[in-house]
Nanobody
């Protein structure tokens, strides 16, 4: 069993930056792939980025490439999402999710554990 807790959300002006953290419990977290998803009001949950167990392989949604960076520190059982050049359309609740497999996928049903989410609001 893995429990995930996101933090780092908040209110930021357009063009600003935030770093989200996803802290996990569980000794085997280092073998899990982790993804970030987001859900804006009235919209479906969408994929943001994912990282494999080693941290070597990552994948991003097209609209996040070049602005967002996912990374992990397995010694700290934490995955990060650095978000730069934020836009109002990035406003959403951001969720991290863990997958009980080392490889990464972009679909939400491929993840076994979810955090409660952290709100990000980008003002124009």
């Amino acid at each position: 069993q893995v429990q995930l807790v996101e933090s780092g959300g908040g209110l930021v002006q357009a063009g600003g930056s935030l770093r989200l953290s996803c802290a996990a419990s569980g000794r085997t977290f280092s073998s899990y792939a982790v993804g970030w998803f987001r859900q804006a009001p009235g919209k479906e949950r969408e994929f943001v980025a994912a990282i494999d167990w080693s941290g070597v392989n990552t994948i991003y949604a097209d609209s996040m490439k070049g602005r967002f960076t996912i990374s992990r520190d397995n010694a700290k059982n934490t995955v990060y999402l650095q978000m730069n050049s934020l836009k109002p359309e990035d406003t959403a609740v951001y969720y991290c999710a863990a997958r009980n497999r080392p490889s990464i996928v972009t679909f939400s049903s491929g993840y076994d554990y979810w955090g409660q989410g952290t709100q990000v609001v980008v003002s124009s």
